[in-house]
């Protein structure tokens, strides 16, 4: 029980922290005269961050070690975590 409860703090800290940080990313953008669609694009261009581990990992050709390890890291599921990994390999 009481991992839980942490668990659930630490989960809504970051959500909040999360929150904050969109917010500020609005307010730039704003300040920018950057649109909404052109904020989509960029985001869409960037796409998800890969773990410095998961670059090795790949490098070395661990592939499904790969995609496991952005998994604890991200808690995407298997199936986001493979078409990233698989993206990341074919942008390298």
């Given amino acids: 029980m ?7 703090t630490q989960i ?7 929150r904050a940080l969109e917010d500020l990313i609005q307010e730039l953008a704003r300040r920018a005269e950057v649109g909404e669609a052109e904020l989509l694009r960029l985001r869409s261009e960037i796409g998800p961050q890969v773990p ?5 990992l790949v490098a070395e050709g ?3 070690t790969a ?6 890291h991200t808690g995407a599921g298997l199936v986001e975590a493979k078409d990233v990994i698989d993206r990341y390999r074919a942008s390298r």
């Fill in 2 to 8: 009481f991992g839980n409860s942490q668990l659930k």
């Fill in 12 to 18: 809504a800290t970051l959500q909040e922290q999360n």
């Fill in 52 to 56: 410095g581990e998961c670059r090795r």
């Fill in 62 to 64: 661990k592939i499904i």
């Fill in 67 to 72: 995609i496991k390890v952005y998994r604890e």
